[in-house]
């Protein structure tokens, strides 16, 4: 069996409060000790907390986001709807990473811009989280007892681990 050595993003990864530390070391097909195949997760599931409803008043809330390449962030740079206004950058960038929204295979500016307020803010963050911090986890506290625990972005019930 072949070990392999955590990549640098790895070794730098601060621990969430609550999460076990194997959990941030170990990326899918390894386990915590560094055995097994090094692979990549590219693509993340999400639920929006509001959802898109389309033209026939289906909404969808259930998609997959990959991860961003630099062709991704560098090409909506080039477009006239973002130079005319920049704010309209997170708009192209959000939809050219979607791959699936619901139903919908073909995600477009036109669909982000029809997002709820809150479920742009959403993805947004997500993008964030998953290209920049390598993982959808967040650290929270309770506001009851003050106990600091770590929930997952992606969605799911509650009670799912």
Request: with cysteine; hydrophobic share 40%; net charge negative.
């Amino acid at each position: 069996m072949r070990r392999t050595m955590p990549s640098p993003a790895r070794q730098a990864a601060q621990p969430l409060p609550g999460v076990p530390e194997q959990d941030h070391m170990a990326g899918p097909g390894e386990s915590a000790s560094g055995a097994g195949r090094d692979t990549l997760r590219t693509e993340f599931a999400f639920e929006l907390p509001r959802g898109y409803v389309d033209e026939s008043g289906t909404v969808h809330r259930h998609g997959v986001m990959r991860l961003a390449t630099a062709r991704d962030e560098l090409i909506p740079l080039r477009d006239d709807r973002v130079r005319e206004n920049s704010a309209y950058l997170s708009v192209v960038l959000i939809a050219r990473v979607i791959t699936r929204l619901g139903t919908i295979e073909d995600v477009h500016a036109g669909i982000v811009e029809d997002l709820f307020a809150s479920d742009l803010a959403f993805l947004q963050d997500f993008y964030r989280r998953i290209n920049a911090e390598g993982h959808t986890r967040a650290a929270v506290t309770c506001p009851s007892c003050q106990e600091h625990f770590a929930v997952d972005l992606a969605g799911g019930r509650l009670g799912e681990s």
